[in-house]
């Protein structure tokens, strides 16, 4: 996992421990969690479409 051991992940655990506390942990990791998820159902979704002004004039002219 990005090329880092064991030993790596560790330090950046006990790094982010000592930075945060332990008791927002929680809320970062359900932080985290909804935007990974957030992400993944944006990136599923077919994207809307977006009418060009000029499409949009035509519309209204037909309309009036």
Same mark, same amino acid.
């Given at each position: 996992? *990005? !090329?880092? &051991? +064991? +030993?790596?992940?560790? /330090? %950046?655990?006990? %790094?982010?421990?000592?930075? *945060? $506390?332990? $008791? =927002?942990? @929680?809320? /970062? &990791?359900? !932080?985290? &969690?909804? !935007? /990974?998820?957030? *992400?993944?159902?944006?990136?599923?979704?077919? @994207?809307?479409? /977006?009418?060009? @002004? =000029?499409?949009?004039?035509?519309?209204?002219?037909? +309309?009036?």
């Amino acid at each position: 996992m *990005f !090329g880092l &051991g +064991t +030993t790596e992940l560790i /330090i %950046i655990l006990v %790094i982010v421990l000592i930075v *945060f $506390g332990a $008791g =927002k942990l @929680p809320e /970062i &990791g359900s !932080g985290i &969690g909804k !935007g /990974i998820r957030n *992400f993944k159902k944006a990136t599923k979704e077919e @994207p809307e479409k /977006i009418d060009s @002004p =000029k499409e949009e004039m035509e519309d209204s002219d037909d +309309t009036a």
